[in-house]
């Protein structure tokens, strides 16, 4: 994506044949659990997170995830996977009785909590990046965006009441009614 920092993960894979991405998922990342800022997201999901450097991370340092994107706190954006391949976000999963979401999904991580208020410039980035993958895959649609628990309920509460639908939906439309005009 334009303007994105590239770091490569290798947890990533060829979308099943014919399928395209037709799902956006957003999720709430943070690492350690509540902590900002730092190398931690880049190392998990570039398997290099360091399992002694903090007691949570022995236990997700063997994970090997991934996301397309991830938008810092700052409202910086990330790119880990390319949007035709598949990134491993979504784990055990379902959206309108499709199993294996991360098949047909864009998966964008942003730093936060479920019960922290996520900033301003983090919407922003998020409306400009869903407006430039929906106009350039045409299965894609501002309507087609969830969170994380809403394809793994019960397992996940991502992003949680912290993230502001809502308001997310308004940046988003006019973001895209923007980008629909040039």
Not at 6 to 17: E, G
Not at 90 to 106: H, L, M, P, T
Request: a negative charge.
């Amino acid at each position: 994506m334009s303007g994105a920092r590239q770091v490569p993960s290798p947890n990533r894979d060829a979308r099943p044949a014919g399928i395209a991405p037709d799902l956006i998922v957003v999720h709430g990342i943070s690492l350690p659990p509540g902590e900002f800022g730092g190398p931690w997201i880049d190392r998990l999901f570039t398997n290099r997170l360091p399992a002694d450097a903090h007691p949570y991370f022995a236990e997700v340092a063997g994970f090997t995830v991934s996301s397309h994107l991830c938008i810092g706190r700052d409202g910086a954006l990330t790119q880990y996977v390319s949007f035709n391949e598949r990134a491993w976000h979504a784990g055990v999963s379902s959206y309108e009785g499709r199993s294996a979401c991360n098949d047909f999904s864009i998966g964008i991580e942003l730093e936060g909590t479920d019960t922290t208020a996520y900033d301003a410039r983090q919407y922003r980035v998020l409306a400009e990046a869903v407006a430039a993958l929906c106009a350039a895959y045409p299965t894609l649609s501002p309507q087609r965006l969830v969170g994380h628990s809403d394809i793994s309920p019960g397992r996940k509460t991502d992003p949680g009441p912290g993230f502001d639908w809502p308001h997310a939906r308004v940046l988003i439309d006019q973001a895209c009614r923007q980008a629909y005009r040039t």
